[in-house]
């Protein structure tokens, strides 16, 4: 399948069927999700597959009660690292970007000009903005594990209404890593049309806004 009819063939699926979903499968998702790109390749972000009946109905009770989360064979726990935009994991990541000659700054311009500029290294604005920027990572490479999920014929829902300190103790997580969100995943049981979208001479230019 090609990525086009991957992004076309996408749906948000809330009814799945109770099949539990193979391993090569899940772990071919996951990947598209080591893939993705991301603020200096920060990599901010950690999945936890849960597949445990109990676990996934306390994990619905922090998305609200939304039933189709306690009925997915498979919710991935999509989780945020904030520290890795401190100065020294993200200079971490920098560097080994720069031993590949992938970036060929000095050093100085490492240490001076990107890590010293709020511009480029977001610790400068606060905690507040770490955990922003990693959560807009994370999301990175949700959307590319769902349209994957499209190519291994599974589908996904996209949950971003959850309270992320209930989530934080089902899962029984360190205190420096948060939940942003789940992606649910499984074999729909349903076959919804596309959803409608703004039309394209709406939100998209040429050249200028008009
Ligand atoms: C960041 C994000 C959070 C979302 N959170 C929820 C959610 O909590 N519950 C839910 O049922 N759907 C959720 N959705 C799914 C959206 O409602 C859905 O993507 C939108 O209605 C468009 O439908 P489509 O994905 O089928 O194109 C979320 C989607 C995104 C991208």
Redesign the pocket.
């Known amino acids: 399948m090609d990525v086009t009819e991957a992004i076309l063939k ?3 699926i ?1 009814r799945m069927k109770p099949d539990p979903v193979e391993k090569e499968k899940i772990e071919k998702v996951l990947e598209a999700g080591r893939r993705a790109p991301s603020w200096g390749n920060t990599q901010p972000w950690r999945f936890i597959v849960v597949q445990d009946k109990a676990k996934i109905e306390a994990l619905a009770g922090a ?1 609200g009660g ?1 039933p ?1 989360v306690a009925d997915a064979p498979v919710v991935i726990v999509c989780c945020g690292v904030p520290d890795s935009f401190s100065r020294k994991m993200h200079r971490e990541a920098l560097k080994q970007l720069m031993d590949l000659g992938v970036m060929d700054w000095s050093d100085e311009v490492l240490d001076n000009v990107i890590l010293g500029s709020e511009q480029f290294a977001p610790y400068h604005l606060g905690e507040q903005v770490m955990k922003i920027k990693a959560g807009e990572q994370i ?1 990175i490479a949700a959307a590319y594990m769902t349209l994957e999920a499209v190519n291994q014929g599974l589908s996904t ?6 309270a992320p300190n209930e989530a934080h103790k089902v899962m029984n997580l360190p205190e420096d890593l948060f939940v942003h ?1 789940f992606i649910l995943l499984g074999y729909a049981d349903e076959d ?1 049309n ?2 409608p979208r703004k039309d394209f001479d709406k939100i998209m230019f040429w050249e200028e806004h008009q």
């Open positions: 996408r749906r948000t809330r998305a939304q189709q999301m829902c996209w949950v971003g209404a959850i969100d919804p596309p959803r």
